[in-house]
């Protein structure tokens, strides 16, 4: 087991072998213990910036107890990570609009927001905002020890215009002409506002796809959380012997195994909600392609259906009969 490795390494003074077994493991589950010890472990190599990230997600998700000696472990880690923060810089992103890729010193971290706080070295640092069809945006900072450095930014919309272009409108308001041959002037006629019925399309899709990928991320997660608990379970009856679990016994593997049980619970009510979300909205956005034609449409011209919701947490969709 890599996260037993790690403390067997560490144990022996052995730092760098320590922290890779840590890594990997961290890699392959996102705990707090696994975070708490790479964090410290990286502390004692001097990788101040990489501790702070991983002793920010211990502190953050460390277990609740009441017992002291958790508690007082709990205490310790953050101490440990105030000592880190003191010799770092925090920043801060307030970016418009979301999905803005983003990239620091040259490392793409990925869109906006991020989802854990971003740590770097005191100094120098070159920051770049970009999205299609939105003006880049660069920033330059310089970090301070223990600051928390704030950046704001906001994209706005690249120029539609050329060379060779035709201009969209007049200083006045109105089309702008081009002049041809004689009298003849082409007129750029101004874009076509969006329908409600396009709207309600748009929002019901981009629900639909929302509360999908909800349902299908936090499934997975359950599924993981679900095949950890049983090699925890396996374990706990193979070292008590009883069939019985957890029951009356204290480890640091029953404290384990009862989170991947809650955690599989609660990713799979999320998972629930988010396919009955999706495929709600899935249902009234086919109805409203279906059923809300153009007033200028004939009633004869309209579609003729019979909708029948299928709502379940792995096959949400509509099922369709009648003329179209």
Known sequence: ????????????????????????????????DIACNLGRTEVELGRSR??????????????ASSRSDVREAREKFVGLFNRVRESIAELVLSVEPVGVQFTLD????????????????????????????MRPAKRDIVAGRGATERVIVSLTAA???????????SAAGSPASVPL????????????ALSTRTWVLMSGSALTL????????????????????DVLRAQVQGSTGSDSGCSGVESATCHELQQASDRNHSSSTIATIGWLVGGASA????????LWQPKSQSSAQRRRVTLTPQ????????LLSGHF
């Not at 249902?283 to 279906?290: A, D, I, K, P, S």
């Open 50 to 63: 990489d501790a702070a990230e991983h002793l920010s997600f211990c502190v953050r998700h460390f277990a």
């Open 210 to 229: 929302v509360g999908l990928g909800v349902g299908a991320g936090f499934s997975l997660d359950a599924r993981s959380a679900s095949k950890r608990a």
């Open 159 to 169: 120029s539609s215009s050329a060379p060779g272009a035709l201009p969209m409108a």
């Open 283 to 290: 249902v009234g956005t086919g109805l409203t392609f279906l």
């Open 106 to 133: 040259g490392v793409l971290l990925g869109p906006l927001p991020l989802q854990e706080p971003l740590f770097v070295a005191a100094g120098p640092h070159h920051l770049d905002f970009s999205l299609p069809g």
């Open 181 to 192: 041959e004689g009298d003849v002037q082409l007129v750029a006629a101004p874009p076509a």
């Open 1 to 32: 087991m890599l996260f037993r490795k790690g403390n067997d390494a560490f144990a022996a003074g052995q730092l760098v072998d320590a922290a890779g077994a840590y890594t990997k493991a961290w890699q392959l589950s996102r705990s707090y």
């Open 311 to 318: 709502l379940s947490p792995t096959h949400p969709g509509l």
